[in-house]
């Protein structure tokens, strides 16, 4: 029988009365690779900060080779070998220094390192670890001058260089190229030969099935599944992941309308291939793909944020040029961006405020706002979304971060519109306040056309009547959600084929 690197054993962990964690049971064996797959809000996360000494579990225990398992913070963890990188690269990697000092920052922070570092003994061990990685990068190049794939790499080799023995990557591909991706997987393989056990956390079906030994699904908080006879069952697994089948939706594909958006030609940028796309009143469409696809550019480009390189947009058969957002609102089109605390929630505004700015000249007279209809137009939003607060006056940050994105969601189908952009509505919500947020998108989506931006396949396909692919900077798929074939559209997310021009 082989011997554990890590052992979990009823693992639990709740944040107030929000029970993230349920008695989880996991097992890491060196020299295996086993991938973590869950839905957002799944526990995944909490999970790895519990590994990696960030939160302090609340029952349950951790055996590291048979030994007792309690990091109070993250250099406990290092120093044990367990060693993380986190899926955002400001947590891996320090901008303002050079290549070299961000690949050997643990040793220079090591008391064992003496108080004089040498810069050329520095360079030469950091030139090792670059050749090990496969990285061509000028040791002395400041990382803030780097892209975001090669600070991802830069982290990764970081975390290399602490020879680990238990280590974890979360999500560590979705700013990677196809060849970038490659060149760590070829790492991971001479890892797995040297014993290291290694948690890999990633909903990309391509790497699954490149790197796993075994598959552990969560859901809820809880451990869904365990996928470890050969062959793996990649389509089981995305089962137990999201609770049904992914071709399995609720709600009847809507019929077509008139023609809202017509894109012609459209380029995002000079390198980029034409977008050929018609989307029609009361269809839903949901556009996936890795991040770097092209997706929130495309949005931006819709609601005036920026301009396209060359190509037209008609809406409604009028040529369609927006200057900018205020200009996109007055011409029909709307649009709630990603990433809410830093583009969308006002924390100095109530919930009443944060829903109805934008459209406050529509409840005012003069220069008068008109308080008794702003207040009965929260209400209801806040009624129809399912939105738990005290009332329209608590302040928006009162609220859980599901219910703030309800609130920024809303804000956005208070008046009619032509077209509704939604670039990434779930994200950081949980699975009850997704599916709250996409019922209400569905049902209010007769009138106008929406297309929604999203890098989870399993959300698409729970929102869309028709979901498109995008993979560097053009749509390489359609597919009606009936019947999916969840693998093809896999493949097309991973950038392995090519759809041709779309102009029905």
Request: proline share 3%.
């Amino acid at each position: 029988m082989k011997k554990l690197a890590c052992e979990i054993r009823g693992l639990e962990k709740a944040f107030g009365p929000n029970k993230v964690l349920r008695k989880i049971d996991l097992d890491l064996f060196p020299g295996e690779v086993t991938v973590l797959m869950g839905a957002n809000g799944a526990g995944k996360s909490t999970l790895v900060k519990i590994l990696c000494g960030v939160h302090k579990s609340d029952g349950g225990s951790i055996n590291l080779f048979g030994k007792l398992f309690r990091p109070k913070k993250p250099v406990d963890a290092f120093n044990e070998g367990v060693v993380t990188v986190h899926q955002s690269i400001n947590d891996g990697v320090v901008p303002d220094l050079d290549v070299a000092s961000n690949l050997m920052l643990d040793r220079l922070t090591d008391k064992k390192s003496g108080f004089f570092v040498s810069e050329k003994n520095l360079r030469i061990e950091s030139e090792k670890i670059a050749e090990i990685m496969g990285l061509s990068f000028d040791s002395k190049k400041p990382v803030s001058e780097l892209g975001v794939a090669d600070r991802q790499l830069i982290a990764i080799a970081r975390a290399m260089a602490r020879n680990p023995k238990v280590l974890i990557l979360d999500e560590p591909t979705s700013s990677l190229s196809a060849k970038e991706a490659d060149r760590l997987f070829k790492l991971l393989d001479r890892l797995r030969s040297t014993n290291v056990a290694i948690l890999y956390i990633s909903h990309r079906m391509s790497d699954i099935r490149q790197i796993a030994d075994k598959i552990i699904c969560m859901r809820d908080g809880s451990i869904s599944g365990t996928f470890d006879e050969k062959p793996l069952d990649y389509e089981g697994a995305v089962t137990a992941m999201i609770g049904h089948k992914m071709t399995e939706v609720n709600f009847k594909i809507s019929e077509k309308g008139r023609e809202i958006l017509k894109l012609s030609s459209l380029k995002l940028d000079g390198d980029s291939a034409d977008i050929n796309l018609k989307i029609h009143q009361n269809e839903v469409v949901a556009i996936t793909g890795l991040l770097g696809s092209g997706k929130t550019q495309l949005a931006s480009i819709l609601f005036g944020v920026m301009k396209q390189f060359s190509g037209s947009i008609f809406l409604n058969g009028n040529k369609y040029s927006p200057s900018n957002p205020m200009e996109a609102i007055n011409l029909g089109v709307h649009m709630s961006p990603k990433d809410r605390s830093s583009n969308a929630v006002i924390k100095d505004f109530d919930i009443e405020k944060n829903l109805t700015v934008p459209f406050l000249n529509n409840y005012s007279w003069l220069s008068l706002l008109k308080f008794k209809g702003l207040k009965n137009v929260a209400k209801e939003t806040i009624n129809d979304l399912g939105i738990v607060c005290q009332s329209e006056n608590d302040e928006i940050e009162t609220l859980s971060g599901g219910n703030q994105q309800k609130v920024v969601v809303g804000r956005w189908l208070l008046r009619p519109c032509s077209l509704l952009v939604l670039d990434e509505p779930f994200q950081g919500v949980d699975i009850k306040a997704r599916r709250d947020i996409g019922n209400y998108i569905r049902e209010t989506s007769i009138n106008r056309a929406t297309i929604v931006f999203v890098a989870e396949l399993d959300e698409a396909l729970e929102i869309a009547d028709r979901v498109l692919v995008m993979n560097e900077k053009k749509i390489v798929g359609e597919h009606k959600n009936k019947n999916v074939d969840i693998n093809q559209i896999l493949v097309e997310i991973a950038g392995q084929s090519t759809f041709s021009e779309l102009s029905r």
